[in-house]
């Protein structure tokens, strides 16, 4: 689970420190930098994926990729100047890991352990290469149980040493007659392989690789615009990692968890619904459709369709046939049920093309979601009824269909504004009656001021009746 997030000199971001919650929603003017906090982290992870280890940072390009940023002078703040005089950018990336991790000593017994924590940082720098065309790496720090260790520049030529501080600074010890220095970091997050032959004991390295990789395995990402819903779907058996940027391959993730009999329920000790029955679930209780499934046409034809019901012993139709809602929000239902429990799922406006009252529902659906699978939540957002239903669960301080408890530190709530052509984060401070205490000019216009001058006027009145 991600818990922090800095970056300097990305896009509009000159400056961006933010924590992350089970559920967190980024809302904000138009252009203001919401969609580049997304960015941010889906280029990190196409960079781990990038085939090129000689990429220091993947900005993206190709038909598959996802996300297209141009280039260094493109994606870094304000950038001015000879591509020699461009500032470096730079980020930290804090997160806590699936269970806690315990680093032995390399060089003694197996059972003698140096480190142990949950918690893992990484933080990374990139820059002008300094000669020709490309950026280079300039640091690469790991940070665990109190202790750092990093590459660092030795010296103005390109070569880079390892280093430990901390509370137990680790010390590397060098195989004899190898003295020279080491290259920079691989990829921003993997240290050279020179690492690995120049010191006897840099084994546990590869534990840290290993965890930021993992962690960038765990995010998946759905984009604001989603496929439109075809009559017939072909499919051949094979599973996806997700349902695509769009929404494309809803359909083949829904297949693959039926093939696959996966089942899942609304909170622990309730009776678990094959996974079609539980998207089936909660399109009626968004109230869009009555019943919805997905066959096959004609047993061994790989052709399936989708029909669904509006009501209750009404004739069946096809997706294509109800609107945009249900193919909108289709993905979304999908998506959330359909990843591995502890993953990251960033959304874009997942309310576009949704009634009111479904863009509410879907805030219960990512509570349930994130309390119960333990699927952390981060969503850019426009929409008030979505933040209003966020706001009502947690003065229940409960998620209704899951019965699953909820306090206001699960939310972290963000107003993303534009200043002086820079992106600024604010940090809606939320109460656990649900208020927010710091509501921001401008915030959904003067109808939702009303309503939280209102909500906070009631809250103080009820302070000051019950001091007496």
Do not use: C
Not at 30 to 38: D, H, I, P, R
Not at 43 to 67: C, H, I, S, W, Y
Not at 264 to 277: D, G, I, S, V, Y
Not at 436 to 460: H, L
């Amino acid at each position: 689970m991600l818990t922090e997030l800095q970056v300097e000199n990305f896009k509009a971001w000159r400056e961006l420190s933010m924590e992350f919650g089970k559920v967190t929603a980024l809302f904000g003017e138009n252009s203001a930098g919401k969609s580049s906090l997304m960015q941010f982290l889906l280029m990190l992870k196409q960079t781990k994926n990038a085939a090129d280890r000689g990429l220091v940072l993947d900005f993206g390009g190709g038909p598959t990729e996802l996300v297209n940023l141009g280039n260094y002078r493109a994606a870094v703040h304000r950038a001015q100047g000879t591509e020699e005089a461009l500032p470096e950018m730079g980020w930290g990336l804090t997160w806590r890991l699936p269970a806690e991790l315990k680093i032995g000593d390399p060089l003694g017994s197996p059972s003698e352990v140096l480190y142990t924590g949950d918690q893992l940082q990484l933080t990374a720098s990139v820059g002008p290469a300094g000669s020709g065309s490309g950026i280079s790496a300039r640091r690469l720090t790991y940070a665990f149980a109190g202790t750092t260790f990093e590459l660092r520049p030795k010296d103005s030529g390109g070569k880079f040493e390892l280093a430990s501080d901390g509370r137990h600074p680790f010390r590397f010890v060098r195989n004899v007659g190898r003295g020279w220095p080491l290259p920079g970091p691989v990829k921003t997050h993997l240290f050279p392989g020179a690492a690995r032959n120049l010191f006897q004991n840099t084994d546990l390295l590869s534990e840290f690789e290993n965890a930021y990789e993992t962690l960038m395995d765990r995010i998946y990402y759905l984009g604001p615009l989603r496929e439109h819903p075809q009559r017939e779907y072909r499919w051949t058996g094979a599973g996806r990692e997700g349902v695509g940027d769009s929404g494309e391959f809803t359909i083949d993730a829904i297949l693959a968890a039926t093939d696959r009999d996966w089942r899942e329920n609304l909170a622990w000790k309730r009776r678990t619904k094959p996974f079609q029955e539980m998207i089936a679930y909660w399109l009626r209780e968004l109230d869009l459709i009555e019943s919805f499934s997905v066959r096959e046409v004609v047993e061994g034809s790989s052709l399936y369709e989708a029909p669904v019901r509006r009501s209750r012993g009404g004739p069946e139709t096809t997706l294509m046939d109800v609107g945009f809602g249900v193919s909108q929000v289709l993905p979304v239902l999908v998506l959330l049920y359909y990843v591995p429990r502890g993953s990251i799922v960033l959304m874009e406006q997942p309310e576009i093309h949704l009634h009111p009252s479904v863009q509410s529902g879907l805030a219960d659906v990512m509570l349930a979601v994130a309390l119960h699978r333990n699927v952390q939540i981060v969503v850019e957002s426009h929409s008030e009824h979505l933040l209003r239903r966020l706001l009502r669960r947690v003065a229940e301080e409960k998620q209704p269909h899951s019965g699953l408890a909820l306090s206001h530190s699960d939310l972290r709530l963000y107003f993303v504004r534009s200043e002086r052509g820079e992106a600024a984060l604010e940090s809606l401070r939320l109460n656990q009656w649900g208020g927010i205490e710091n509501w921001p000019d401008k915030f959904f216009g003067d109808e939702m001021a009303e309503i939280a001058a209102t909500s906070r006027a009631g809250i103080e009145r009820r302070m000051r009746a019950a001091n007496g």
